[in-house]
């Protein structure tokens, strides 16, 4: 944990340097040094978190995974023909890590408070326990900057590949629905934080939604939806 720790430390510094001084020079070096020691730190873990673990099992021995979407099973192939189990992380830690900054950067001004903040409440989580799903999530949130950017071609086909990873990211094509069709900003956030509330209480995020949507067991795609 010794690395975790010494970052946010790191981060905190650059609070007070740049959110609470505001300061200028070389911010933006300090933002990519984040984004290399958190893709490399998240990228090269071995065996931390527990779907990572399932994940690598499943990797080694694909007779014995289950049913996913078409993307996950295709970047697997790759990653099984060119390289092994620590290329797949490599790349759903850079597109994660990525997606993470280039939302945040594009969504407020204290990009450090923001990163520390996310940093110390949930990004372990998504980085090593909800492997799959925090990959689909990261691509949504840059699906939602593109449609207010009014590049809603482009949040489009970001909607699409974060669904060809994980059914989760039906809640973003929902809400984004909601606005393209001119729902009120407010509306749409009221109710999902609502909706957020209530999936929370639910024992898993992923079976509540795909349970809904397909009246009952996703027949067909087994426990391919878990997390």
């Not at 691509?139 to 590949?161: C, E, P, T």
Request: proline share 3%.
């Amino acid at each position: 944990m010794l690395p975790y720790i010494l970052f946010g430390m790191y981060l905190l510094y650059l609070i007070f340097r740049y959110d609470i001084c505001l300061k200028k020079n070389n911010k933006l070096r300090h933002i990519y040094i984040c984004l290399l020691y958190l893709f490399l730190l998240v990228g090269l873990r071995y065996q931390f978190g527990p779907d990572s673990y399932s994940y690598e099992k499943e990797f080694s021995y694909p007779q014995l995974g289950r049913l996913y979407p078409p993307l996950w099973i295709g970047l697997n192939i790759f990653c099984r023909t060119v390289g092994d189990f620590v290329l797949l992380q490599l790349i759903c830690s850079f597109v994660f890590n990525i997606c993470i900054f280039y939302f945040i950067k594009n969504t407020t001004t204290k990009v450090f408070t923001a990163l520390f903040l996310f940093f110390i409440y949930d990004y372990l989580y998504f980085s090593t326990d909800i492997l799959r799903e925090s990959l689909a999530i990261g691509i949504d949130l840059v699906a939602l900057i593109m449609f207010f950017k009014n590049k809603k071609i482009l949040s489009i086909i970001l909607l699409f590949i974060g669904f060809s990873i994980h059914i989760y990211s039906i809640f973003f094509i929902v809400t984004m629905s909601f606005l393209y069709f001119g729902i009120s900003k407010k509306v749409v956030a009221i109710g999902g934080l609502f909706f957020a509330f209530f999936v929370n209480s639910q024992i898993n995020a992923t079976d509540f939604i795909a349970n809904y949507l397909f009246l009952g067991d996703p027949t067909g795609y087994g426990d391919g939806f878990e997390n």
